[in-house]
């Protein structure tokens, strides 16, 4: 049975960790985070992902999973593959391989005078000809062996929040950038353990294939995103027009497809945000094209503000009016806030001078803690009310806007709206709500795409 060493405990490390350990393979996982290191060894999980933590307790108990964050240990348990998976964040010049060099010099070291040298399996998203530009370079420089000698395999994850494990389990395809065909073969090999024989799609192609292929996937899911939304805007100002009805229309013919085509105040997430922002820094120097990119980030910022501006049209001044925010996480099921355009639409409010209160299911305290560290919104802390359940925070509220596609907002009832809101008022930023259901309680219903008359 092979062993794995996963360096880079986040969402995914610990994702493809869980996965791994559930088939019975040995892994080490690595952090330099000691306090998430002391956590996991107890079995406590710093992720909110379906399944993640039983799975992981599991492992821990059957002797199967190690979280260290000494790099050392490596040698000691003398992986056959080492999973790579560190954070790759976007700063103002771009990406920051910050992380990821780090941990090439450390494993550069490490590989020194081992007889079984482990196969380096890069997860973390970097742009196209970073691996053969800067890591190779590294790799050979702090080891004093050839690439070749190493072995590398650039295998780019493609995992959606809150379904990670089925990814991992049933994943649509498999993309193996390899440096060469011994790198690819002994991929290979592990796949076809892990998966029992029966492998998903497989493509081997080059590396900067590889590379390019996962943005390429995240850019045009963003793409179809900022595409209906920009359907939207169009439908609001003709008149007579319901961007629903038009994505049915599109979604029905199979060269389209109506995935990713739900409009909306704008995507947000750990990946398609930073990827689509690193991306549009990379494609400065092909000048013919950046322009789609930028214009992709333009929109989805510009959908944030979308609920204040129909807000304003009603009531002029917002000053003390009393908004209802329901939903801070980047989408339902999920309790991660990260590039959440709710907290961009809060921001809008709280300038305005209006008093929002805020309702999420699962990401209300992480939105506590940020309002916390937040350079403006901490200064707007009596403007800001968290508020533990639903009814407390509609009640008094002059206008609400759903902010995330949470199935608890699914099914508001509009009975209970009308006794509670002090005028109600609804923007549907989600559009997840039918409007005659609630336009008949006398109840006024905005929303993205839908016409004012």
């Known amino acids: 049975m092979y062993r794995v060493a996963v360096i880079g405990l986040g969402f ?24 998430k290191i002391e956590s996991l060894n107890k079995g406590l999980v710093p992720v909110d992902e379906p399944g993640l933590s039983q799975l992981i307790s599991t492992s821990i108990d059957k002797g199967l999973i190690k979280f260290t964050n000494r790099y050392s240990l490596i040698k000691r348990f003398r992986p056959d593959y080492i999973f790579i998976s560190v954070d790759t964040p976007t700063v103002k010049s771009g990406q920051s391989l910050k992380s990821i060099k780090y941990v090439m010099i450390k494993l550069a070291h490490l590989l020194k005078g081992l007889r079984n040298i482990p196969l380096i399996v890069v997860k973390s998203t970097i742009l196209p000809g970073t691996s053969r530009n800067i890591l190779f370079p590294i790799l050979e420089r702090y080891s004093g062996l050839k690439i070749e000698e190493i072995g590398y395999v650039y295998n780019p994850e493609f995992l959606r929040e809150g379904s990670a494990l089925y990814d991992i389990r049933d994943p649509k395809r498999i993309v193996i950038g390899e440096f060469d065909k011994r790198s690819g073969d002994r991929l290979i090999n592990f796949y076809q353990l892990f998966y029992d024989g029966k492998l998903p799609p497989i493509i081997r192609t080059t590396i900067e294939n590889a590379e390019l292929s996962k943005y390429a996937s995240n850019l045009f899911l963003t793409c179809k995103l900022s595409f209906i939304n920009s359907i939207a805007y169009i439908c ?21 497809g109506e995935k990713y085509l739900h409009p909306g105040i704008g995507f947000g997430g750990g990946c398609l945000p930073k990827d689509l922002y690193a991306f549009i ?24 503000n979308l609920p204040i501006e129909n807000a304003i049209e ?32 809060i921001r809008s409010f709280v300038r305005e001078g209006a008093i929002v209160k ?8 992480k939105f506590i803690d940020y309002i916390r560290l937040d350079r403006e919104l901490k200064q707007f802390t009596e403007k800001i009310i968290p508020c533990k359940d639903l009814d407390s925070c509609v009640s008094g509220s002059e206008y609400l806007v759903i902010a995330t596609d949470w199935d608890e907002f699914k099914s508001l009832d509009p009975l209970n709206l009308v006794k509670l809101m002090k005028n109600p008022v609804i923007y549907d930023g989600r559009r997840i ?5 609630y336009k008949k309680y006398g109840i006024k219903f905005y929303g993205v795409g839908l016409s004012h008359e």
């Not at 001044?317 to 639409?345: E, F």
């Open 12 to 35: 995914v490390g610990l994702s493809y960790i869980a996965s791994f350990s559930s088939r019975g393979i040995r892994c080490l996982g690595i952090d330099i985070d000691k306090d």
């Open 236 to 256: 609001e100002k003709i008149g007579f027009c319901d961007v629903m009805t038009i994505k049915e229309v599109m979604g029905l013919d199979d060269r389209i």
């Open 281 to 304: 820094k990379f494609i400065e120097k092909f000048p013919p094209y950046r322009d789609l990119f930028k214009s992709i980030y333009k929109i989805n910022e510009y959908q944030a």
């Open 314 to 345: 009603i009531y002029g001044s917002l000053k003390n009016k009393v908004v209802t925010i329901l939903g801070v996480s980047y989408k339902g099921g999920v309790g991660d806030i990260r590039g959440s355009q709710a907290i961009k639409t």
């Open 358 to 365: 805020v309702y999420d299911p699962k990401a209300i305290d």
């Open 433 to 437: 709500l039918d409007p005659d259901a």
